[in-house]
């Protein structure tokens, strides 16, 4: 952070606040936007007078690259700058990218098999069971690992698609992330999707790539040649919460 910005994406509840507060100095100047206090000190320009301020949840500012662009050219000698979100923030530009090369960008994902340090069939098993995110994988709780898991299917839904789109119809898009878990590992077909749901193709299609931007899941393409990824155009979808 000592010549650029630092950003710091991945899905929500996977530990990019609690990675960041741990910083020297960072709790000084942290501001989160969703907090209503916090979010009035963004707009006013009213910030911390730290050497280090931490943006939380700044991508649902429509002009917060703007915003960061004037913070970061206007800057102090030793002002740095940390930007946490859950969502991919290098594509919610709202136009043209204009923090080219004033970031560098890092991901935060679930728990991997040596993150949780395992080291035998049991405590795979656990993993896949109670997913790799923090709260429900340390508590080991399955019954309470299940409820965290609709509950963070509920706030995604609730405050981060409202938040960063225009989605209205919100019941329908629940509706397809509660059946896309059975379609993972096959070529995920969204014609079949807009006929299950019967809604526009362009609507399905728009709101995959929503749920990608949020980190609730990611699409591979088929693996080959260009000319064999161009005959198999559809794609096979993952989960970040797998349990």
Do not use: C
Request: hydrophobic share 40%; aromatic share 10%.
């Amino acid at each position: 952070m000592a010549t650029k910005m630092v950003f710091v994406a991945g899905p929500r509840q996977v530990g990019k606040t609690t990675l960041a507060l741990d910083l020297p100095g960072a709790r000084a100047g942290y501001l989160n936007w969703d907090v209503p206090a916090d979010r009035e000190r963004i707009l006013r320009r009213e910030l911390p007078a730290t050497e280090f301020w931490v943006f939380d949840e700044l991508h649902k500012y429509r002009p917060w690259r703007n915003f960061l662009k004037g913070l970061y050219d206007s800057r102090r000698e030793g002002q740095q700058i940390l930007v946490t979100g859950s969502g991919r923030l290098e594509l919610f530009s709202f136009g043209g990218d204009s923090l080219q090369g004033r970031y560098h960008l890092l991901r935060l994902h679930p728990f991997s098999v040596a993150e949780a340090d395992i080291e035998d069939p049991k405590g795979l098993a656990e993993l896949l069971r109670l997913g790799g995110f923090p709260e429900p994988f340390l508590g080991g709780n399955e019954v309470e690992a299940r409820r965290w898991s609709r509950q963070n299917r509920t706030r995604l839904i609730e405050e981060d698609v409202t938040a960063t789109t225009s989605i209205r119809d919100l019941g329908r898009l629940e509706e397809m992330m509660l059946r896309l878990p059975d379609l993972v590992g096959s070529p995920l077909s969204v014609n079949a999707l807009r006929e299950d749901l019967q809604v526009a193709h362009k609507t399905v299609a728009s709101w995959l790539d929503t749920l990608e931007r949020l980190f609730a899941l990611f699409r591979l393409p088929p693996f080959g040649a260009p000319r064999i990824r161009a005959v198999k155009q559809e794609r096979k979808h993952y989960h970040f919460d797998w349990s």
